[in-house]
T-cell receptor, first 108, second 114 residues
Framework: AQRVTQPEKLLSVFKGAPVELKCNYS??????LFWYVQYSRQRLQLLLR??SRESIKGFTADLNKGETSFHLKKPFAQEEDSAMYYC??????????FGKGTTLSVSS | ETGVTQSPTHLIKTRGQQVTLRCSSQ?????VSWYQQALGQGPQFIFQ???????GRGNFPPRFSGLQFPNYSSELNVNALELDDSALYLC?????????????FGEGSWLTVV
C-alpha cells in the first residue's frame, strides 16, 4: 500500500537548535518525494523535492531508499520556520499522497 | 504568489444537499486535481483531470464528481452531502509535460455540512 508516515504531530525546538522532521514512506516502485509547508493563514506551498536536490530556506532532505525515509533537516531553526510541514509522495501521474503533517514550533 | 484561485472560500450546507466548488488553474497549466483535507489530517487525493478527462481517482465514492473546462478551470461537485464531508477542499494545478511538474495549490474552500 502507498503510505506516507510522519510520526511526530508536534515538534517544538528553540531558535538556533537543529531540526529534523521525520518522514517514512511505503511505495512499490520509485516515487518522487516532496516536502510541502503551510505557514499560518497561507496556502500549501512546495518547499522542496528530492529530484532537485536543492536547499530551500536552509532546509535539506535526502532520500534514503534503504530506509524508505525522506527526513527534512535544518541545522539552525528560525522563528519564521514555525509552520505545518507535510511530506508527500507521487508515483505515476501527479497525484500526491500526503502524510498527516508535523507542526514545527520554534520559540526564542 | 501562485495563480490558483478557488471559490467560495467558506460555505455551509445541510446534509443531503449538493455543492459545487470552483477552481481557476494557474495560467498555462493543463492538469487540475482536487484534495480533501479534514481537520488534523493531510490532504487526501480525490481525483485529477487532464485535458478535460478524469485520469486518476482516489478512494472517494461516485457522489464526488468533477469537470475540467477547455480553459482548464474546474469544478468539484459533491452530491448527497454527509456530515463527514465537512473539510477543506483544495484545488491544485500543474503542467504535465517534459521537465517534471510542480503542483500549485489554491487556498481552499471550507465546507461545513450541518
Amino acid at each position: 500500500a502507498q503510505r506516507v508516515t510522519q510520526p511526530e504531530k508536534l515538534l517544538s525546538v528553540f531558535k538556533g537548535a537543529p531540526v529534523e522532521l521525520k518522514c517514512n514512506y511505503s511505495y512499490s516502485g520509485s516515487p518522487e518525494l516532496f516536502w510541502y509547508v503551510q505557514y499560518s493563514r497561507q496556502r500549501l506551498q512546495l518547499l522542496l523535492r528530492h529530484i532537485s536536490r536543492e536547499s530551500i530556506k536552509g532546509f535539506t532532505a535526502d532520500l534514503n531508499k534503504g530506509e524508505t525515509s525522506f527526513h527534512l533537516k535544518k541545522p539552525f531553526a528560525q522563528e519564521e520556520d514555525s509552520a505545518m510541514y507535510y511530506c508527500a509522495l507521487s508515483g505515476t501521474g501527479t497525484a500526491l499522497i500526503f502524510g498527516k503533517g508535523t507542526t514545527l514550533s520554534v520559540s526564542s | 504568489e501562485t495563480g490558483v484561485t478557488q471559490s467560495p472560500t467558506h460555505l455551509i450546507k445541510t446534509r443531503g444537499q449538493q455543492v459545487t466548488l470552483r477552481c481557476s488553474s494557474q495560467s498555462g497549466h493543463n492538469t487540475v486535481s482536487w484534495y480533501q483535507q479534514a481537520l488534523g489530517q493531510g490532504p487526501q487525493f480525490i481525483f485529477q483531470y487532464y485535458r478535460e478527462e478524469e485520469n486518476g481517482r482516489g478512494n472517494f465514492p461516485p457522489r464526488f464528481s468533477g469537470l475540467q473546462f477547455p480553459n482548464y478551470s474546474s469544478e468539484l461537485n459533491v452530491n448527497a452531502l454527509e456530515l463527514d464531508d465537512s473539510a477543506l477542499y483544495l484545488c491544485a494545478s500543474s503542467f504535465q509535460g517534459l521537465g517534471g511538474n510542480t503542483i500549485y495549490f489554491g487556498e481552499g474552500s471550507w465546507l461545513t455540512v450541518v
